[in-house]
């Protein structure tokens, strides 16, 4: 097997777990690929090569916002996945609250999530997940640890800054501008497009949690609320080197 595919099959696998395909599985065929499932197949398309262009996509073309999980429960009619209520803004403002769907169930405990502060990414396009309505996605780190000898997979959402307001923007800063503030158009964040998943997985592919659990992207821009004192981070030491996504 080639790195280049064994990198694609990884990808593949990673994004059909959040999207709560349980069942995937690639079968190697004339130097291919070929996933036995429908979410499957476009895991894989979605972690096929990228092009040059996309490659070398800004990291802030992410529309990253806090959130706070305020009602959670589990699909229906798929039994990995929950459907989660986040508000991103305000109290009282019916705008401000976005249905998720997350493949974690089996990984994070559902009462873990319930209240807690989370990330999302909130400029990719809206899908539906076995028919219930996903508006955003939730950022995690996505490590393994071993536990009696077994490796088994090792999720966390990624925390927001305790004082960045819900519904606030986050942003990557080069670590060298430890103290610049991110920058504001006429006072308020600009109001980024949606982008392709082609295009969050070229910024994934580089985004990591570091060894001092801060999320970063290729190693030297800290994702934050403004500065980088106030940066968002992950609490399992395990983690340190995962990938988020």
Same mark, same amino acid.
């Given at each position: ?27 190697? $065929?004339?130097? *291919? ?15 096929? &090569? ?24 589990? %699909? ?37 999530? %319930? ?14 997940? $076995? *028919? ?11 490590? @393994? ?28 800063? %080069?670590?060298?501008?430890?103290? @610049? ?7 308020? $964040? ?23 659990? $801060? ?5 030297? %821009? ?14 399992? &030491? ?8």
């Amino acid at each position: 097997m080639s790195n280049s595919w064994a990198r694609i099959s990884k990808a593949a696998t990673a994004i059909a777990r959040q999207t709560g395909n349980k069942t995937a599985q690639s079968v190697w $065929r004339d130097g *291919g690929v070929k996933f036995q499932s429908t979410a499957a197949n476009t895991a894989l398309k979605a972690a096929a &090569p990228l092009s040059p262009k996309i490659k070398d996509i800004d990291p802030n073309t992410l529309d990253l916002r806090v959130g706070m999980i305020k009602e959670i429960r589990r %699909h229906e009619n798929a039994d990995s996945l929950y459907v989660s209520q986040i508000q991103v803004g305000p109290n009282g403002e019916d705008a401000s609250i976005l249905q998720v769907c997350s493949g974690l169930v089996g990984l994070v405990d559902m009462e873990a999530l %319930h209240g807690r502060r989370i990330v999302i990414v909130n400029n990719l396009k809206p899908s539906k997940m $076995r *028919g219930v309505a996903s508006q955003a996605m939730l950022l995690c780190a996505d490590g @393994e640890t071993t536990v009696d000898g077994e490796t088994k997979p090792n999720v966390e959402p990624v925390c927001p800054p305790e004082d960045a307001p819900l519904g606030s923007s986050l942003s990557f800063v %080069h670590e060298d501008d430890a103290e @610049e503030k991110v920058s504001t158009v006429d006072g308020k $964040r600009e109001v980024k497009k949606r982008i392709k998943s082609k295009a969050f997985q070229a910024v994934s592919e580089d985004l990591t949690v570091d060894n001092t659990l $801060r999320v970063v992207w290729r190693q030297k %821009h800290v994702l934050c609320h403004d500065i980088i004192s106030r940066c968002c981070t992950v609490s399992d &030491p395990k983690l340190a080197g995962a990938q988020v996504r």
